[in-house]
């Protein structure tokens, strides 16, 4: 009993916290939801003390469709775990790309429990729709890597729990590179591979794609530790170097820019060496090279004399909670249930999901999908997307600079005035 009124006292405390720097009707919700959790709990502990009936509960749950029938299974293993409940479950197919829109025109229709990209948590906290995870925290953190947490926490607090990374990686030609050469991107390149072959594809005109070049050259955006809004590092003397290697590299004609598919066609025909992409692209790639298919963590580059490597975004879909549910600790517990160590492997024997729980990279499961391996690989090197919601402004901008290169429009004479231009853009028009 002590346990659970530890974690209620903390749930409490935890919701205390973000009403101090939320906005609009937040602390009226958070107070709500805290009494809640304090009620549902106090329920539980009477219900195990008196042998009396278990507590009546409802828990409304979006999950996406390839997810469901699993998912199924989850609420029954989960009844199974929680007698102190008696649960209604109303499942609804809503996919990871809806389930915000959703809950911003709806709150309270919205489920209890759904996954969303990590990357909406800035702006749902903002707008004092996200429940903070604090039932069992302790233990709910060391399932995890730093970055996961990072990525899924907003002023400190857990607002989901990480279900997969979101990154991308490179794949390879067996036949063309070695492992070793795939390594060093100016190995890559300098490499003959043969008449009318290309060498290595990337989007550079994409800014989910050509943060990894700024990264790898130092540059910082928001700020070190992503949460300064008015930050942004991409004109310093940095971020000339970072801009002036990605003007060399869509200049060199070893190199082709991934539009419109082509670098799928190009690698799926052999006619290119190395592509970059995620897990989303192994199956129709395996399809087309079988076993000369390769995968690895993206490559080093050479920036100013200095090795470094390429650091992408990651971010990940997590399970989180409405700040207004009814049940709070019980979808706090099935938040945690769905993405537990058992469920995340679950869900990739079933659909090839790449887990987010640290102790699971590592299972003979995994040992030969490659795909998922360098999935795995490049976390250890990419840099957590901001939770700040300023990261809205980040996209456009970037994506216009490295249009701008790739068209020609952007040089090395101009550099300098196109990168003050993105920095100031990025940060100007900050976020009520």
Request: charged share 20%; proline share 4%; hydrophobic share 40%.
């Amino acid at each position: 009993m002590k346990m659970k009124k530890v974690m209620a006292l903390a749930l409490a405390a935890a919701m205390a916290m973000g009403t101090l720097g939320g906005c609009g009707n937040t602390e009226t919700k958070a107070d709500t939801a805290s009494s809640a959790a304090t009620t549902q709990e106090s329920k539980a502990e009477g219900t195990e003390s008196t042998g009396a009936a278990v507590e009546d509960i409802s828990l409304k749950v979006w999950v996406p469709e390839e997810d469901m029938e699993i998912t199924k299974d989850m609420c029954d293993s989960f009844q199974a775990a929680h007698p102190e409940y008696n649960i209604t479950w109303d499942l609804s197919v809503v996919g990871v790309d809806e389930s915000t829109d959703a809950l911003t025109t709806d709150p309270d229709a919205a489920a209890d429990v759904f996954l969303i990209p990590s990357g909406a948590i800035a702006e749902l906290t903002e707008a004092g729709l996200l429940y903070p995870i604090t039932a069992d925290i302790d233990n709910v953190t060391t399932l995890y890597s730093a970055s996961a947490i990072q990525s899924c926490s907003k002023d400190g607090l857990l607002y989901g729990l990480p279900s997969t990374p979101n990154c991308w990686f490179m794949y390879y030609n067996k036949s063309l590179y070695t492992e070793d050469e795939i390594k060093s991107l100016e190995t890559m390149l300098a490499k003959d591979l043969g008449d009318g072959v290309k060498n290595f594809s990337c989007t550079i005109a994409n800014s989910w794609y050509n943060v990894a070049f700024f990264y790898a050259a130092g540059c910082t955006l928001f700020g070190p530790d992503g949460t300064d809004p008015t930050e942004c590092s991409w004109n310093s003397a940095n971020g000339i170097a970072a801009g002036e290697y990605v003007i060399d590299l869509a200049a060199n004609p070893k190199y082709v820019e991934d539009k419109d598919g082509i670098a799928g066609s190009l690698f799926k025909e052999g006619k290119l060496g190395a592509l970059c992409s995620g897990t989303w692209a192994a199956g129709e790639l395996k399809e087309a090279l079988g076993d000369d298919l390769g995968a690895a963590a993206l490559p080093t580059i050479v920036i100013n004399g200095t090795e470094t490597r390429l650091s992408n975004f990651i971010d990940y879909k997590c399970y989180s909670v409405k700040s207004n549910t009814q049940a709070p600790l019980a979808a706090q517990l099935f938040a945690e249930w769905l993405g537990n160590e058992e469920n995340q492997l679950i869900r990739y024997q079933a659909n090839g999901t790449t887990p987010g729980v640290v102790s699971l990279q590592d299972a003979p499961e995994l040992a030969e999908d490659i795909a998922t391996q360098a999935l795995i690989e490049q976390t250890n090197y990419a840099t957590a997307q901001p939770v700040v919601s300023q990261i809205s402004q980040y996209w456009t901008p970037a994506t216009a600079f490295g249009e701008g290169v790739i068209n020609g429009d952007i040089t090395k004479d101009n550099l300098q005035a196109s990168l003050d231009t993105v920095a100031e853009n990025i940060t100007s028009t900050l976020v009520e």
